[in-house]
């Protein structure tokens, strides 16, 4: 069976690394004959770092689907084409827009110093800040400010892409039209009903809806609805993982389910 985990606020939390408890519960899954694959909002560059490096050549979704690694080599990269580049960086003049911009490795940053995303930035300083129209390809975009949000989003509506809106955080996280991580697990030959994935928010939705079970973490709305299971987010919430992939691991063990 292949396990499918999201990162951020699912195995990892508040910006730091997996911890090796649960690193060790991924591990009893690989000695069950499981294969574990990471699906991320976060470009490559920026998953790296948060898991240990034993586990860099395991299959990586990166950037919401728009970046696909495989056995430490990355197999494919969806871009924005250029006529929808052209309209938002028409806006993000118009609203004066901060952003978090990702090529396939570099980046352009213009938020504030303090910004809370900084923290996962290329942390190991594998990349480069380099300006906007230098970057190429741009596979993904974190709005982060704007002088008039709700009026920005209706102008993002009309175009070909997928935003995912981060409303706790006020972000707007942007993604090439047909990329989400269900898209990028298909880059890996991953097919309906043959994985379990473990997630926490709205952008894990497209990996929950084909998945034969569903764990999530926490409690998002419009994510609920596609889970199958739920585990608190409390202090017990790490050991509470590490017992269900133990409990899931066991239960579709290679003697019972062969995928």
Same mark, same amino acid.
């Given at each position: ?21 649960? @690193?060790?519960? %991924? ?20 998953? =790296?770092?948060? @898991? ?44 004066? #827009?901060?952003? =978090? ?16 995303? %900084?923290?996962? #930035? ?12 230098? @970057?190429?390809? #741009? ?9 008039? %949000?709700?009026? @920005? ?18 972000? =707007? ?39 034969? &079970?569903?764990?999530? #973490?926490?409690? &998002? ?26 409990? %899931? ?11």
């Amino acid at each position: 069976m292949k396990f499918v985990f999201d990162l951020d606020g699912t195995i990892c939390f508040k910006g730091q690394p997996v911890s090796n408890k649960i @690193l060790t519960s %991924l591990e009893y899954l690989v000695t069950k004959e499981h294969e574990v694959i990471f699906a991320s909002a976060r470009p490559i560059r920026d998953l =790296l770092p948060v @898991l240990h490096k034993r586990f860099h050549s395991f299959k990586m979704i990166g950037g919401n689907g728009s970046i696909v690694m495989d056995e430490g080599e990355i197999i494919s990269v969806k871009q924005f084409s250029d006529e929808v580049l052209s309209t938002i960086f028409y806006l993000i003049e118009q609203y004066r #827009i901060t952003y =978090l911009v990702d090529s396939d490795w570099d980046y352009a940053y213009t938020g504030s110093n303090d910004h809370p995303i %900084l923290q996962n #930035i290329d942390r190991e300083k594998r990349a480069n800040n380099i300006p906007l129209e230098k @970057l190429h390809p #741009i596979i993904k975009i974190l709005m982060l400010s704007a002088n008039n %949000l709700k009026k @920005l989003e209706k102008e993002l509506d009309k175009l070909n892409i997928v935003v995912h809106k981060h409303r706790h955080e006020g972000v =707007l996280d942007i993604s090439p039209a047909g990329v989400d991580k269900w898209s990028g697990l298909q880059k890996l030959g991953v097919k309906e009903g043959e994985f379990i994935a473990f997630g926490n928010d709205a952008n894990d939705i497209p990996i929950f809806q084909p998945a034969l &079970h569903t764990v999530m #973490i926490g409690n &998002h709305a419009e994510l609920a609805s596609f889970a199958k299971e739920q585990i608190p987010m409390n202090e017990m919430t790490e050991t509470s993982i590490v017992q269900k992939i133990i409990m %899931l691991a066991d239960k579709y063990g290679i003697s019972k389910t062969v995928c």
